[in-house]
């Protein structure tokens, strides 16, 4: 967490210099989210490629991911159906809207409670764009497996 000229916290993601598939996806990730406009979507405030030096800036999420309050030690306490199945329509109409409603159609390709953020009203902002892929024309399928870490992922 940075804190920028008009005050305001922000997160930096820094890419590994030496990440070849790294680099594509973080490209990737600035041409697709810079393109989408969602209140569930966590908003890219800029990006610094210079050199070796890659960088993206983002507004910052204080609360974690969901991922913490699921699998947290604590936390899963708090999770009682009405807030799951709150979430879940959230997560839904994010999707919807990729897939449907934006000028744009998107497949995430990588939702998880880890790339679910929450803000500090416990707002859910959907993230990670790096392996998204939009649809070109009138495409109406497109291949989604990827080998990735040695695990076969597939999202429909």
Excluded at 25 to 49: D, M, P, T
Excluded at 103 to 110: A, E, P
Aim: hydrophobic share 45%; glycine share 4%.
């Amino acid at each position: 967490m940075f804190l920028i000229h008009d005050r305001r916290e922000i997160a930096v993601k820094r890419l590994f210099i030496k990440s070849r598939q790294g680099l594509e996806e973080f490209k990737n990730e600035v041409v697709v989210i810079s393109k989408l406009q969602h209140i569930n979507l966590v908003r890219l405030l800029g990006h610094f490629f210079e050199g070796n030096e890659k960088m993206l800036v983002y507004e910052y999420m204080p609360n974690n991911s969901l991922e913490f309050f699921l699998f947290g030690p604590i936390e899963r306490r708090i999770l009682n159906w009405k807030v799951c199945f709150h979430i879940i329509e959230v997560i839904a109409r994010v999707m919807f809207y990729l897939h449907k409603d934006s000028r744009l159609r998107v497949i995430h390709k990588d939702i998880k409670a880890s790339n679910v953020l929450l803000d500090e009203q416990q707002n859910q902002k959907i993230s990670d764009f790096g392996m998204a892929r939009i649809f070109v024309g009138n495409e109406l399928q497109a291949n989604t497996v990827r080998v990735c870490r040695d695990i076969r992922l597939y999202v429909s």
